[in-house]
């Protein structure tokens, strides 16, 4: 266990990831996504399938990992992939009982009647963060947008991207 949560912390430090010819199904019991949600996966696969890279799916626990840290930056005003006690994604990942080779997440808050796509359109723009979208050893993916309570208008929006670690 600790050495899954250590790959899955280098790879979000180094933001490289190999391809694995085995997928695991990705989780479809779960939350389903809003059109925004689904907007933004669609928008990541759109860039994937332009760069002639396979699409990734869409993962409902992830989802539910993503809406969270979503709540999280809301309920203590913070934006940023660690929260203020030192959590990372791997942390969050393995508290969800989620094993994964490789993850990486973009975060955003944005205003915007299209918040996927603005969040989108500025993630690309990043080169860290289009590194994460084009990462051809990512499967699944969700994107959460959650409106961000200290302003209207404005949205908060995390992306894990993840290849699960093969049983």
């Given amino acids: 266990m600790r050495l899954a949560r250590l790959v899955c912390l280098l790879s979000l430090l180094i933001a490289s990831v190999a391809s694995s010819p085995r997928v695991t199904r990705a989780a479809s019991a779960g939350p389903s996504a809003t059109a925004s949600e689904q907007r933004g996966l669609d928008l990541a696969n759109a860039a994937r399938a ?7 799916a869409f993962a ?13 930056m809301n309920a203590r005003h913070y934006l940023g992939h ?3 006690d030192g959590e ?31 969040a989108h359109e500025l993630w690309m723009r990043s080169d860290s963060h289009r590194r ?7 499967t699944e993916c969700a994107v959460a947008v959650v409106p961000y309570a200290d302003a209207g208008g404005y ?6 991207f993840i290849t699960r670690a093969l049983p």
């Avoid at 332009?50 to 990734?56: F, G, I, P, T, Y």
């Avoid at 949205?155 to 894990?160: D, G, I």
């Fill in 155 to 160: 949205y908060l929006l995390t992306e894990v």
């Fill in 50 to 56: 332009e760069a002639k890279l396979r699409a990734v």
């Fill in 82 to 84: 660690t929260t203020p």
């Fill in 60 to 72: 409902a626990d992830l989802l539910t990992l993503a809406r969270g840290h979503c709540a999280d």
């Fill in 132 to 138: 994460n979208i084009l990462a051809p050893g990512f």
């Fill in 88 to 118: 990372t994604l791997a942390d969050r990942l393995q508290k969800a009982g989620i094993a994964c080779s490789a993850a990486g997440e973009n975060v955003a808050l944005v205003r915007s009647d299209d918040p996927a796509g603005r």
